[in-house]
Nanobody, 124 residues
Framework: QVQLVESGGRLVQAGDSLRLSCAAS????????MGWFRQAPGKEREFVAR????????YYVDSVKGRFTISRDNAKNTVYLQMNSLKPEDTAVYYC?????????????????WGQGTQVTVSL
């Protein structure tokens, strides 16, 4: 089992950068693939990015490719989401999640553990 705590969300202006962090408890962090999801008001939760357990292979939704970078530090039990060139449409609550399933896993139902979320607001 793993507990996840996100941080780093805040109000920024369009074009700014922001880095989200997700700290995981437990000694088995490296056995989980990690994902970032987001949910905007009135919209369904959306997959954003995923990073594999060990190799660091990444996968992104098309709307953030080239702007967002997911990374992990297994020694620190932390996964990051570096967000550059932020747009107002990136405004959402961002959640990190953990799964032991293999594959791309863009479906939230594939992730067993979730953090509480951190709010990112991008103004014009």
């Amino acid at each position: 089992q793993v507990q996840l705590v996100e941080s780093g969300g805040r109000l920024v202006q369009a074009g700014d950068s922001l880095r989200l962090s997700c700290a995981a408890s437990g000694r088995t962090f490296s056995s989980y693939a990690m994902g970032w999801f987001r949910q905007a008001p009135g919209k369904e939760r959306e997959f954003v990015a995923r990073i594999s357990k060990i190799s660091g292979a990444t996968y992104y939704v098309d709307s953030v490719k080239g702007r967002f970078t997911i990374s992990r530090d297994n020694a620190k039990n932390t996964v990051y989401l570096q967000m550059n060139s932020l747009k107002p449409e990136d405004t959402a609550v961002y959640y990190c999640a953990a799964t032991q399933l293999l594959g791309t896993q863009t479906n939230g139902a594939s992730y067993a553990y979730w953090g509480q979320g951190t709010q990112v607001t991008v103004s014009l």
